[in-house]
């Protein structure tokens, strides 16, 4: 005779608390963060080290930011040594109640005329000046003003002090005994007039600018050209 089997239903004991509705799937929001978080700083990491790998495979790109930088310094340093202040007076003639040239002239001057104004240039830059008999008229004074020119007889001076004395320039220049440099002053076709030759040969890779100026010439007149400043 086959016994059969009884099951008997289990109810909750009082008491008994039932999985909040929702409860699973706060868990699976929960995770889901966790796992973006991970993948941020996984990817920050990451980044971290494709940087630093490419600054070691390019070492020499800071050398040549450090070789620009020097280069610009070296730009303004050689500016400031060629160039000087010149005072420029404009005036127009005068019939009666003007003044004369010697009143307002007293230094070395270049006089220019252009549609009825004369433009005094003075400097003590100048190694000719014109003359004060050349302009015996009366005149009303206009626009003075003083501006920054670069002259090629300061060029020159470089030149020499680059001849007789060059590591005493470099230190000047606040060059490092490691690198050289060379200047030329080109005109506004970019054909040599001054050439201070480097007495070094470039043994790495070499650095150029040229910069446009505004300079007076070996006769005292105006015109365009560049400064080429190499550096190695």
């Known amino acids: 005779m086959i016994k059969q089997k009884t099951y008997t239903k289990e109810y909750p004991k009082e008491g008994h608390k039932y999985p909040k509705e929702g409860h699973k799937g706060n868990f699976l929001i929960r995770s889901r963060k966790g796992s973006q978080i991970s993948f941020i700083i996984s990817f920050l990491l990451f980044i971290s080290f494709l940087i630093f790998f490419i600054s070691i495979l390019n070492p020499f790109e800071k050398i040549e930011t450090g070789k620009s930088s020097l280069l610009k310094h070296l730009e303004n340093e050689i500016i400031k040594n060629v160039t000087g202040d010149v005072e420029v007076i404009s005036v127009k003639e005068k019939v009666g109640n003007g003044i004369l040239c010697g009143d307002f002239v007293d230094n070395n001057f270049k006089a220019k005329t252009k549609n009825g104004i004369i433009k005094f240039y003075i400097s003590n830059e100048f190694s ?14 206009g626009l003075i003003r003083t501006q920054k020119y670069v002259f090629q007889s300061k060029i020159l001076k470089l030149n020499k002090s680059y001849e007789d004395d060059y590591e005493y ?3 000047y220049f606040g060059i490092p005994e490691t690198n050289d440099f060379e200047v030329s ?4 076709n970019k054909s040599s007039i ?5 007495k070094e040969t470039p043994q790495t890779e070499v650095l150029a600018d040229i910069i446009p100026v505004t300079y007076f010439n ?7 050209g560049y400064l080429k400043v190499v550096l190695w």
């Open 128 to 141: 000719n000046s014109d003359s004060c008999q050349d302009y015996s008229n009366e005149y009303e004074l």
């Open 169 to 171: 320039l470099k230190k």
């Open 185 to 188: 002053l080109l005109n506004i």
């Open 218 to 224: 070996k006769t005292s007149e105006i015109e365009n």
């Open 194 to 198: 001054i050439k201070i030759n480097s």
